[in-house]
């Protein structure tokens, strides 16, 4: 048996890796939603005025239009629309409620921070709305991270230097900050970015 044989040997069994990866996959999901109240008065309160207004008024005249309370629409058409429908999904939030009443698996605490508005919101936006638009860089900083942990094990074959990885950029606070914190869609756009670049290396190029 090789040195990198007896490596992979060696270290956790598959099953109770894979379980100590979505363990921690959770534990960063728990540390970014711990901060989901804050950095609600930069760019992600734009980000609910954009999907608000997309929304109400459409895609023809969008990036023309004036009379913004933050700032005018910077972002390409795609981010818009699904800003757009996030909104839409933050607008039929009643649906929890009724889930909650028929199955009794949502609590009833959740729901009311759901619908709660944000004190000293000029748009009167509720804390839903921005949980909902923090959840679409979070989800994508998990992906990067099982992304991470993808790439370093194909360069070194070793899982406990992928699981490394995988740790490093889950609980690194600068993606913690960009995404819990600040709610910066700047994770959505590396994932794609990465796995195209990927898909390229891996032969898969029509899916790049």
Do not use: C
């Not at 909104?87 to 889930?99: D, F, G, P, T």
Request: glycine letters at 6%.
């Amino acid at each position: 048996m090789s040195h990198q044989a007896r490596a992979l040997h060696n270290f956790l069994p598959r099953e109770l890796l894979f379980l100590l990866i979505i363990f921690f996959l959770f534990l960063g999901l728990l540390v970014r939603l711990v901060f989901v109240k804050q950095g609600l008065t930069s760019d992600v309160a734009a980000f609910a005025e954009w999907g608000e207004k997309y929304w109400e008024k459409g895609a023809k005249n969008f990036y023309t239009k004036e009379g913004w309370y933050y700032t005018f629409p910077a972002y390409p058409p795609f981010s818009n629309l699904v800003f757009a429908s996030l909104s839409y999904l933050n607008e039929h939030r009643y649906v929890l409620a009724q889930i909650h009443n028929t199955l009794k698996i949502i609590p009833a605490d959740f729901i009311i921070f759901f619908g709660k508005t944000v004190p000293l919101d000029p748009l009167n936006q509720n804390y839903g709305y921005y949980l909902l638009l923090k959840l679409l860089p979070i989800l994508t900083d998990l992906g990067l991270a099982l992304l991470v942990y993808k790439v370093v094990f194909d360069l070194t074959k070793d899982r406990k230097k992928s699981l490394l990885g995988l740790l490093l950029y889950l609980f690194n606070p600068i993606t913690v900050f960009l995404s819990g914190v600040w709610g910066q869609t700047d994770s959505f756009v590396s994932l794609f970015g990465l796995l195209a670049f990927l898909l390229i290396y891996y032969k898969k190029i029509y899916l790049s």
